[in-house]
């Protein structure tokens, strides 16, 4: 399922699709079949041409940010703090022998901030690999690890999970190495966007946290500067594609039980109770 959901992704991301589209209209353009060619080529012009002029990556993004809101006040009797990978170029730390972070690293940023600030929560980091190398021994929990103790961060009191290479393994294998009692209240740091669907993995796996969005990417009230950056614009759609893909996957195979989860105190969210005992 994992490699499936790998190959998935390659075949609709909108980067790769165009750059197909592009590719071969231009090549049908020499046969027989250049009718074909013109059509292939020119939908993929004009598609291009309007995610350059309108900002659709950032209604997608702006959709997705603010089904969870911010949390304006941190519980101070909470018993715990998750925060997700995905912040790490492992490939680039292994080569350059220096941690190389990611556009997300605010998660980690928030994470130090908030573990200082309470000191007598459980900590807890969730992330493996998604590396499709067979035997690959470079995992965000290495990093993480390396990470926090530069940052002067006692790395005795984190829990590393390092087995994961999708959220909802962030959930299932965090719960098992956490073992939440009942009624316990854990902070979720995650990125905005990846919020919803991180939190209705949790949810499926029987754990209700409390959610603490970060690593926001568009404004509360979606300001559009304008431009027509088309590399800038192209990269936010597939992003913000990737994460509507993956919410809609998840659903599907059963991973979550909306294909949008929201807030508990929305109607749709579910209970973690309820969930716990499917």
Not at 148 to 170: K, M, P, V
Not at 192 to 211: L, N
């Amino acid at each position: 399922m994992f490699v499936a959901s790998k190959i998935l992704w390659d075949i609709v991301d909108p980067e790769i699709i165009l750059a197909v589209a592009l590719l071969v209209g231009a090549v049908l353009l020499w046969t027989r079949w250049r009718r074909v060619g013109r059509a292939l080529t020119t939908g993929a012009i004009l598609v291009l041409c309007l995610v350059s002029i309108f900002p659709v990556g950032h209604w997608l993004y702006h959709a997705l940010e603010n089904r969870f809101p911010p949390l304006a006040v941190v519980p101070a009797d909470i018993d715990g703090i998750i925060v997700l990978g995905g912040s790490f170029n492992l490939n680039r730390t292994a080569e350059r022998d220096q941690v190389a972070l990611k556009d997300s690293a605010d998660r980690l940023t928030t994470f130090v901030t908030l573990a200082r600030r309470h000191g007598d929560a459980r900590l807890l980091f969730a992330g493996g690999t998604a590396s499709l190398r067979p035997g690959s021994l470079l995992t965000e929990a290495a990093d993480a690890k390396r990470l926090f103790t530069e940052l002067g961060l006692d790395t005795a009191r984190i829990e590393f999970e390092n087995r994961s290479r999708n959220t909802y393994e962030n959930a299932l294998f965090a719960y098992q190495l956490a073992k939440p009692a009942v009624g316990e209240r854990w902070l979720l740091i995650t990125s905005a966007s990846h919020m919803p669907r991180a939190v209705g993995c949790f949810r499926r796996v029987g754990w209700e946290v409390i959610a603490y969005p970060v690593d926001y990417k568009t404004t509360k009230d979606l300001t559009y500067l304008g431009g027509l950056n088309i590399g800038t614009k192209l990269a936010t759609l597939s992003r913000a594609a990737h994460e509507w893909v993956g919410l809609v996957a998840y659903y599907l195979m059963g991973r979550t039980t909306t294909i949008f989860p929201a807030p508990a105190s929305e109607p749709g969210a579910e209970g973690s109770a309820a969930l716990a005992q499917s």
